[in-house]
Nanobody, 128 residues
Framework: QVQLVESGGGLVQAGGSLRLSCAPS????????MAWFRQAPGKEREFVAA????????HYADSVKGRFTISRDNAKNTLYLQMNDLKPEDTAVYYC?????????????????????WGQGTQVTVSS
């Protein structure tokens, strides 16, 4: 059974930082792109950031560029999202996801439909 397990969410004041982790179980994903998405109450799930299989190439939503950093440690089979200078509008449930596709294209990695496996989500709440 494939599972992605997120951790690291919580409550933080505006301007603070959090680091999310995502640890796949059941198999390794060191050869596949991975991503973070988020979903705020009453809103659709949206793309946050993606990283290619090696960690050398990343892509971010404009809303988080310069504040969030996606990275991966393939030796530990773990995906990270370092979130700095958090804002109340960053409040959401954050999901990690991975795709079985070996391709990397900006046109597709932002799409929810590109990803085959998802975690259960971790809540991030930023107070003003």
């Amino acid at each position: 059974q494939v599972q992605l397990v997120e951790s690291g969410g919580g409550l933080v004041q505006a301007g603070g930082s959090l680091r999310l982790s995502c640890a796949p179980s059941g198999r390794t994903y060191s050869t596949h792109s991975m991503a973070w998405f988020r979903q705020a109450p009453g809103k659709e799930r949206e793309f946050v950031a993606a990283v290619n299989w090696s960690g050398a190439t990343t892509h971010y939503a404009d809303s988080v560029k310069g504040r969030f950093t996606i990275s991966r440690d393939n030796a530990k089979n773990t995906l990270y999202l370092q979130m700095n200078d958090l804002k109340p509008e960053d409040t959401a449930v954050y999901y990690c996801a991975t795709t079985l596709s070996l391709a990397w294209a900006i046109s597709t990695i932002r799409r929810i439909s590109e990803y085959d496996y998802w975690g259960q989500g971790t809540q991030v709440t930023v107070s003003s």
